[in-house]
């Protein structure tokens, strides 16, 4: 059973538990987007010209393709949408490489005390060395 316990908790499980919950609600978004916004604008005319009212129920000789079209209308919307969240991704990453490439990098405090100490002992040397 704690095997069971740590293999569910772990980060990777939530993550993956959390990315289909939001995949679900996103499918339920663009479905509404192509039923409610999509077909009404762009697919009125054919509707029209075709006689009826519900892509879904474009059919001929019992063959359902309005069904299908739909389908292939919510797979090019959804892959588009990735399209541009991915594009939109890249385009931030590589800002963020811009950004710390111009920045001067850290120094580390140990290196600085140690060239600090470097300095110093030459200082020293040459004080000596003048005093012969």
Do not use: C
Request: hydrophobic content about 55%; cysteine-free.
């Amino acid at each position: 059973m704690r095997d069971f316990q740590e293999f569910a908790l772990k980060g990777n499980i939530v993550d993956l538990a959390v990315a289909v919950i939001i995949g679900a609600a996103f499918g339920k978004i663009v479905t509404s987007l192509i039923e409610d916004l999509v077909t009404p604008a762009i697919l009125n005319p054919a509707l029209q010209a075709a006689q009826v009212d519900d892509l879904a129920k474009l059919s001929f000789n019992g063959i359902k393709y309005g069904s299908f079209l739909a389908a292939v209308l919510n797979f090019i919307v959804i892959a588009f949408v990735l399209f541009l969240i991915i594009r939109a991704l890249a385009k931030f990453k590589r800002e963020e490489e811009v950004i710390a490439a111009e920045e001067p990098p850290a120094l580390d405090p140990v290196i600085q005390s140690q060239e600090r100490l470097t300095s110093a002992i030459d200082r020293l040397t040459q004080t000596i060395d003048a005093q012969k």
